[in-house]
Protein backbone atom coordinates (compact mmCIF):
# COMPACT_ATOMS: atom_id res chain seq x y z
CA UNK A 1 0.00 0.00 0.00
CA UNK A 2 2.54 2.32 0.80
CA UNK A 3 4.59 1.86 -2.25
CA UNK A 4 1.23 2.75 -4.07
CA UNK A 5 0.88 6.17 -2.64
CA UNK A 6 4.30 6.72 -3.45
CA UNK A 7 3.98 5.77 -6.94
CA UNK A 8 0.90 7.97 -6.69
CA UNK A 9 2.70 10.90 -5.00
CA UNK A 10 5.73 10.87 -8.14
CA UNK A 11 3.06 10.49 -10.69
CA UNK A 12 1.56 13.41 -9.54
CA UNK A 13 4.99 15.35 -8.92
CA UNK A 14 5.72 14.48 -12.12
CA UNK A 15 2.55 16.37 -13.44
CA UNK A 16 3.10 19.61 -11.43
CA UNK A 17 6.90 19.55 -13.40
CA UNK A 18 5.57 19.06 -16.40
CA UNK A 19 2.64 21.71 -16.65
CA UNK A 20 4.97 25.09 -16.88
CA UNK A 21 6.56 23.87 -19.67
CA UNK A 22 3.41 22.90 -21.89
CA UNK A 23 2.00 26.29 -20.58
CA UNK A 24 4.52 28.23 -21.68
CA UNK A 25 5.10 26.39 -24.82
CA UNK A 26 1.39 27.01 -25.75
CA UNK A 27 1.28 30.53 -24.37
CA UNK A 28 4.55 31.24 -27.22
CA UNK A 29 2.22 29.27 -29.74
CA UNK A 30 -0.48 31.76 -28.94
CA UNK A 31 1.91 34.80 -29.12
CA UNK A 32 3.34 33.58 -32.55
CA UNK A 33 -0.35 33.23 -33.83
CA UNK A 34 -0.82 36.99 -32.64
CA UNK A 35 1.77 38.09 -34.81
CA UNK A 36 1.25 36.41 -37.38
CA UNK A 37 -2.71 37.57 -37.51
CA UNK A 38 -1.52 40.94 -37.06
CA UNK A 39 1.07 41.14 -39.62
CA UNK A 40 -1.86 40.14 -41.93
CA UNK A 41 -3.84 42.57 -40.78
CA UNK A 42 -1.21 45.35 -40.91
CA UNK A 43 -0.28 44.62 -44.33
CA UNK A 44 -3.77 43.74 -45.48
CA UNK A 45 -4.17 47.43 -46.43
CA UNK A 46 -1.99 47.56 -48.95
CA UNK A 47 -4.06 45.50 -51.37
CA UNK A 48 -7.59 47.31 -50.97
CA UNK A 49 -8.43 50.04 -53.14
CA UNK A 50 -11.11 52.87 -52.02
CA UNK A 51 -12.93 54.90 -53.87
CA UNK A 52 -12.16 58.40 -54.34
CA UNK A 53 -14.71 59.53 -51.74
CA UNK A 54 -13.98 56.78 -49.13
CA UNK A 55 -12.08 59.34 -46.54
CA UNK A 56 -13.19 62.82 -45.88
CA UNK A 57 -9.89 64.45 -46.68
CA UNK A 58 -6.15 63.79 -47.78
CA UNK A 59 -4.84 63.47 -44.43
CA UNK A 60 -7.67 61.59 -43.05
CA UNK A 61 -6.09 58.08 -41.10
CA UNK A 62 -6.83 54.04 -41.90
CA UNK A 63 -8.65 53.57 -38.88
CA UNK A 64 -8.77 49.95 -37.42
CA UNK A 65 -10.67 49.04 -34.74
CA UNK A 66 -10.32 45.96 -33.27
CA UNK A 67 -12.67 44.49 -30.62
CA UNK A 68 -12.63 41.83 -28.20
CA UNK A 69 -9.02 40.35 -27.56
CA UNK A 70 -6.51 43.14 -25.83
CA UNK A 71 -3.58 41.11 -26.96
CA UNK A 72 -3.98 41.26 -30.36
CA UNK A 73 -4.89 45.04 -30.56
CA UNK A 74 -1.57 45.68 -28.68
CA UNK A 75 0.52 43.64 -30.68
CA UNK A 76 -1.04 45.07 -33.83
CA UNK A 77 -0.51 48.70 -32.32
CA UNK A 78 3.25 47.39 -32.22
CA UNK A 79 3.44 46.06 -35.73
CA UNK A 80 2.19 49.01 -37.18
CA UNK A 81 3.46 52.22 -35.20
CA UNK A 82 3.97 54.58 -37.56
CA UNK A 83 3.34 52.68 -41.11
CA UNK A 84 2.01 54.46 -43.60
CA UNK A 85 -0.28 52.75 -46.84
CA UNK A 86 -1.09 54.14 -49.59
CA UNK A 87 0.00 57.79 -48.06
CA UNK A 88 -2.87 57.24 -44.95
CA UNK A 89 -1.21 57.00 -41.19
CA UNK A 90 -2.07 54.08 -39.71
CA UNK A 91 -3.61 54.41 -36.07
CA UNK A 92 -4.84 51.09 -34.35
CA UNK A 93 -8.05 51.43 -32.07
Known sequence: MEELVRAIEAFVLAGLL???VRSASARQASLDEYREKAHL??????????PAGAFPSAITRL??????????????AELT?????????VEIR
Do not use: K
Open 41 to 50: LGVFPNFVGW
Open 18 to 20: VLP
Open 81 to 89: RGAIIRGRQ
Open 63 to 76: LIWISGDFYFSITL
